[in-house]
């Protein structure tokens, strides 16, 4: 073979040898956590044991501060994902708080609706995603919070949302997750604190929860 066709040929394997490393570095640039483990953490609510992916604590990999006995998810609405922590949470993504804690009497859906009952107003009006809301009378200890609330009774979802966040909590005027609602499931109390924006949404979110709950049994 002619020098020269030598010559032609190794360039073009040099050519495509330099492509195909490219491509893969492209490839790897694009998905580079892809074949990272998900980091799992065991942990116990009373008899239930959980093992609960770190990524959704929003906690680093050496964190120790850890909860005994109770379990805190940081979720990203409404992928349900991990949350955005530190200066990307800013950016206008809004996401879920949950915390899972041993079953207390005063969260039995019956026992909270009862309490509330004696502080409303009379007054009720509709909310998009099928629920009624009613509003906490002056000097009652949920005075600037509103009660969205399933039909008939209640019973399927009552949350409490404060008609100024800013005043939700004091010390947290930053807080965009100020409307809160609990739960039982699985034999835990579920506590999720949301941003009102997503009410009408309270099916999905309920739902896609519990099922990330799931997701953690053992």
């Given at each position: 073979?002619?020098?020269?066709?030598?010559?032609?040929?190794?360039?073009?394997?040099?050519?495509?040898?330099?492509g195909?490393?490219?491509?893969?570095?492209?490839?790897?640039?694009?998905?580079?956590?892809?074949?990272?483990?998900?980091?799992?953490?065991?942990?116990?609510?009373?008899?239930?044991?959980?093992m609960?992916?770190?990524?959704?604590?929003?906690?680093?990999?050496?964190?120790?501060?850890?909860?005994?006995?109770?379990?805190?998810?940081?979720?990203?609405?409404?992928?349900?994902?991990?949350?955005?922590?530190?200066?990307?949470?800013?950016?206008?993504?809004?996401?879920l708080?949950?915390?899972?804690?041993?079953?207390?009497?005063?969260?039995?859906?019956?026992?909270?609706?009862?309490?509330?009952?004696?502080f409303?107003?009379?007054?009720?009006?509709?909310?998009?995603?099928?629920?009624?809301?009613?509003?906490?009378?002056?000097?009652?200890?949920?005075?600037?919070?509103?009660?969205?609330?399933?039909?008939?009774?209640?019973?399927?979802?009552?949350?409490?949302?404060?008609?100024?966040?800013?005043?939700?909590?004091?010390?947290?005027?930053?807080?965009?997750?100020?409307?809160?609602?609990?739960?039982?499931?699985?034999?835990?109390d579920?506590?999720?604190?949301?941003?009102?924006?997503?009410?009408?949404?309270?099916?999905?979110?309920?739902?896609?929860?519990?099922?990330?709950?799931?997701?953690?049994?053992?």
């Amino acid at each position: 073979m002619p020098r020269a066709d030598q010559a032609v040929l190794k360039a073009a394997a040099a050519i495509m040898l330099v492509g195909g490393l490219a491509t893969g570095m492209a490839l790897y640039a694009t998905h580079p956590g892809e074949e990272r483990e998900t980091v799992v953490q065991p942990a116990r609510i009373g008899a239930i044991a959980l093992m609960v992916p770190q990524d959704l604590t929003g906690a680093e990999p050496d964190d120790s501060s850890r909860l005994v006995g109770m379990v805190r998810l940081r979720l990203d609405w409404p992928s349900l994902g991990p949350a955005a922590i530190g200066p990307t949470a800013l950016q206008s993504r809004q996401r879920l708080l949950v915390t899972l804690s041993p079953q207390d009497k005063v969260n039995e859906p019956q026992t909270q609706l009862s309490v509330y009952a004696r502080f409303l107003t009379p007054t009720v009006w509709s909310n998009p995603g099928g629920l009624v809301v009613r509003g906490f009378r002056k000097g009652s200890p949920y005075e600037g919070d509103e009660l969205y609330v399933s039909v008939p009774d209640g019973r399927g979802f009552a949350a409490r949302c404060p008609l100024d966040a800013a005043k939700a909590e004091p010390g947290r005027p930053d807080l965009d997750e100020p409307c809160r609602v609990t739960f039982r499931h699985r034999g835990m109390d579920v506590n999720i604190r949301f941003p009102r924006a997503i009410i009408a949404d309270w099916e999905l979110m309920l739902g896609g929860v519990r099922r990330t709950i799931d997701g953690m049994m053992r």
